[in-house]
């Protein structure tokens, strides 16, 4: 008789359910890292080149037109809104990864294995994170060289951050969530990865929204973008853009709970889609 390798045991408790589940994530990390590793060159170019060049346009080419609230510099009004405009272009690049592994077939692959159920979108975020994370850091090296500077305390500094980290964290699961609902649609891909200028443009991230008609400056004031931005200008000690209504007086809490709002929708989301995903 040839010997049998047995199964192995699946978890049982909770508690080896979860490292179960963390296990499983973190490989499922490594991998996405190990991409991006071995093809640095599109995660640089749209993670770190095309925010440092806007702001060099912006900031050298537009800045001596634009009108600072309070007479400020106008790349210190500038900077905080580009590190969050960086989390928003971070949507794409979960919506292009999703998509990809789901039209390919990886995703069911995945499925097929005897792994975690939550494996797949938990490691796809955790990559994800780093990876913004990262941006977020030569973003700020990026400001510190043109002449921004955070005014504020330590402390201040460190919570804009965590700040910019969560909305990237909300828009993790909106990329996951549009990448599993149009993997079989390449040109959807395209239209929605659109949405991210328009996201990031109609916000105070480079004009303030009172010098928009009033209708647009409101919208403008209750984009999710804005709460991050008028916090994080706060927090950094920048000049900010004023203003009367409630969102402009309660900014920083609206920028902990704008994220979490979108989490608490596009998270159930993300995970029913997976469950039902079919190539």
Do not use: K, Q
């Not at 969050?84 to 294995?113: E, H, K, P, Q, Y």
């Not at 973003?139 to 043109?146: P, S």
């Not at 990237?168 to 699961?173: D, G, I, L």
């Amino acid at each position: 008789m040839t010997p049998t390798t047995p199964a192995p045991a699946l978890p049982r408790g909770p508690l080896d359910r979860m490292r179960w589940a963390v296990a499983d994530g973190w490989t499922v990390t490594r991998r996405d890292l190990t991409h991006w590793a071995r093809r640095p060159g599109a995660v640089i170019a749209g993670s770190v080149l095309f925010p440092i060049m806007i702001v060099l346009m912006f900031g050298y080419l537009f800045g001596g037109a634009m009108r600072t609230p309070g007479d400020g510099r106008y790349l210190e009004f500038l900077m905080p809104g580009m590190f969050a405009m960086t989390m928003v272009f971070g949507i794409g690049a979960t919506l292009v990864s999703v998509s990809t592994d789901a039209a390919r077939g990886v995703t069911d692959r995945f499925r097929s294995l005897p792994m975690a159920p939550s494996a797949v979108v938990v490691g796809r975020a955790a990559a994800d994170m780093l990876n913004s994370a990262l941006a977020l850091a030569a973003m700020i090296a990026c400001g510190l060289a043109v002449g921004w500077r955070a005014r504020g305390g330590l402390g201040d500094a460190l919570l804009a951050v965590v700040l910019l980290l969560l909305l990237r964290f909300a828009f993790v699961w909106v990329g996951v969530y549009l990448g599993l609902t149009f993997h079989r649609n390449p040109e959807a891909v395209t239209a929605v990865r659109t949405l991210e200028f328009p996201i990031g443009f109609l916000a105070n991230a480079f004009v303030a929204p009172a010098t928009m008609p009033g209708w647009l400056g409101a919208i403008a004031e209750w984009n999710p973008l804005s709460a991050t931005i008028s916090a994080t200008r706060r927090l950094f000690g920048n000049p900010g853009w004023g203003g009367d209504s409630w969102i402009v007086h309660h900014a920083l809490p609206m920028a902990v709970a704008w994220p979490l709002l979108i989490v608490a929708i596009f998270f159930p989301l993300s995970v029913r889609s997976f469950r039902r995903l079919r190539r």
